[in-house]
């Protein structure tokens, strides 16, 4: 148990290996976890990561690991954030009651699989920047759900305007919400395999 951390409960950088299982992670004073480098099989799995004031886990540049069955909650900032060219699968987690974005991707390139997301005070799913999505599959998402094209703005309370229930929302580059995706996003280098039951 890892219990208020000054910092992020747990950093890693550029490890050989690292598997971390059955652990929590909470009250710290900034994320749960951060992983960053070429951190190589590395996996998380049935963790829970409760009210970290930052996100509950950032993953970014270097990083794929496996992201499995973990839940995390109440985190100040987003649930799950994947920037700056991170990857991995986040597989069957759940993602609930983040103060910001549930799971937010942002120049990155995960797989996205049958996670439920919800109860949040923001978007449940944000994929924005240079992003290339393997796939997007099966995710609940209780709140709402947008997706926007290669360098479309990512101002949180503009899309969640953009999109009060319903079908998913696509914002093109200039920030204009339509349904289904525009050119822009065709055009753009985010590919979706599958984006299905992203919003309950």
Do not use: W, Y
């Amino acid at each position: 148990h890892i219990l208020r951390s000054a910092k992020v409960g747990l950093a890693a950088r550029g490890v050989a290996a690292l598997a971390v299982s059955r652990c929590s992670l909470s009250h710290g004073a900034a994320s749960g976890a951060a992983l960053q480098g070429r951190c190589e099989r590395t996996e998380l799995r049935d963790n829970t990561f409760l009210h970290n004031v930052g996100s509950g886990l950032q993953l970014s540049s270097g990083v794929n690991p496996l992201v499995v069955g973990n839940t995390f909650e109440s985190s100040g900032g987003c649930g799950v954030l994947v920037f700056d060219g991170g990857r991995g699968t986040l597989r069957g987690n759940r993602v609930l009651r983040s103060g910001g974005v549930g799971v937010k991707i942002d120049c990155a390139s995960p797989l996205v699989e049958a996670n439920r997301i919800g109860e949040g005070k923001d978007v449940g799913l944000l994929v924005s920047g240079l992003a290339a999505v393997e796939s997007i599959e099966t995710a609940e998402a209780t709140g709402q759900c947008v997706v926007a094209a290669a360098g479309a703005p990512c101002d949180a309370q503009t899309q969640a305007a953009a999109d009060k229930g319903g079908e998913p929302k696509f914002a093109d580059a200039t920030g204009h919400a339509s349904t289904p995706a525009s050119p822009a996003m065709s055009s753009a280098t985010l590919a979706m395999k599958s984006l299905s039951s992203v919003v309950a």
